[in-house]
């Protein structure tokens, strides 16, 4: 049996990780400054993460939801003082698809209603409902286009307003666009989300799966507009490359018994990868290192113009947008200066994700590569 061949890989295959470097099986070093999707939070093989997923391991690595699980409660607690969503309920599961599936649902469940608006752009995953939210119809199957959804141009205040109706069900939106191209929504663009879902029963759902953890800087990146969704999605670096995900869910929802579930969600081990994450992120004061680290990165791209024709982005997930296809100098980065940088859908967008715990040295490693790198383009 072989690997059903769905990516496009490069030839490189790590074998080992430390902080914000990877090795491969050669030898050869790379500075990881896309974090296998924005998924490496804290670093690769942190000693904290590394030894409390092997104690946890060696005591008992899951069972079931049918059981209580003392660790579930924990990550709640920490996840709501940190988030600021301390009157929140969280449901666990397995991934971001699997997390905004949920999300949906629940808004369906909550005001018996179908249609969805999402966003140009956005990408939510690849389960039935997730994939339908999504503006990519390559990835839709034919037995998944079966909702009711409205794509809106994003930051289309008319479009909005005109859109947006008591026959709605939910408005999905990332706090910051990652595969689309790290477009951010306005700030008053979410506050006028918010005051017209309030005015029409509809449930707003912000998917900060990428965006979330403290990569914009805060814990979510929507708290810069000071709004409050009805329901949070995450996953990505809440398990430092644990599979783990899960929705904060405002107090309005009811829960009934059977109405959400999931076998593998909030195990054992994953419980003790995110509570794991959450300690580090509060010990190591990351969301403030991804501010300052991020704003530094952001100013130093944006003196590189013309090479680069616009930088956007929110601490540490920025896209740099250049005159030509990005896809020539990714692979000049990772070949000639050993490091990791990802693509976007948009194809002259280059994504910057590396973990939150990066210093002022690696980023200019990066920006010293990226310079050298453009220069061969003038």
């Known amino acids: 049996m072989e690997i059903f061949p769905v990516y496009n890989r490069f030839a490189i295959e790590p074998v080992q990780g430390k902080g914000p470097y990877l090795w491969d099986d050669k030898g050869n070093k790379y500075l990881d400054f896309y974090g296998g999707h924005a998924v490496i939070s804290v670093g690769h093989a942190h000693p904290k993460f590394v030894q409390d997923i092997q104690h946890q391991a060696g005591n008992l690595g899951y069972y079931s939801n049918a059981v209580p699980n003392r660790l579930q409660n924990n990550l709640a607690e920490k996840l709501g003082s940190l988030s600021g969503y301390t009157d929140y309920q969280l449901f666990l599961c397995n991934s971001g698809a699997e997390a905004n599936e949920n999300a949906l649902k629940l808004a369906s469940f909550q005001n018996d209603r179908k249609k969805i608006i999402a966003f140009k752009g956005g990408f939510h995953g690849r389960t039935s409902a997730a994939v339908n939210v999504t503006d990519n119809p390559d990835i839709q199957a034919p037995i998944n286009r079966n909702l009711d959804v409205r794509i809106l141009p994003l930051n289309d205040y008319d479009a909005l307003i005109q859109a947006l109706s008591n026959d709605v069900s939910a408005v999905i939106i990332e706090g910051i666009q990652g595969i689309g191209g790290v477009h951010?929504?306005?700030?008053?663009?979410?506050?006028?989300?918010r005051k017209l879902c309030n005015e029409t029963g509809v449930f707003l759902i912000l998917d900060e799966i990428q965006s979330g953890y403290g990569r914009s800087g805060r814990f979510f990146a929507h708290q810069a507009s000071g709004i409050r969704p009805d329901l949070i999605t995450v996953a990505k670096g809440m398990g430092n490359g644990f599979p783990i995900a899960g929705v904060l869910i405002s107090p309005e929802f009811q829960a009934q018994p059977g109405m959400l579930g999931s076998t593998f969600g909030g195990n054992h081990l994953a419980c003790t990868a995110g509570n794991a994450v959450l300690d580090i992120i509060e010990a190591e004061n990351l969301m403030k290192n991804s501010d300052e680290i991020g704003h530094y990165l952001l100013n130093k791209i944006k003196a590189m113009r013309p090479s680069v024709t616009d930088v956007r982005g929110l601490g540490l997930m920025i896209g740099i947008e250049?005159?030509?296809?990005?896809?020539?100098i990714r692979k000049k980065l990772l070949h000639e200066h050993h490091i990791f940088t990802g693509s976007s859908a948009e194809k002259n967008t280059l994504r910057?994700?590396?973990p939150l715990s990066i210093t002022r040295a690696h980023a200019d490693q990066f920006l010293q590569a990226l310079t050298i790198t453009l220069s061969d383009y003038e």
């Open 184 to 193: 951010i929504p306005e700030p008053e663009f979410l506050q006028l989300i």
């Open 322 to 328: 250049l005159p030509f296809q990005a896809g020539e």
């Open 352 to 354: 910057i994700l590396p």
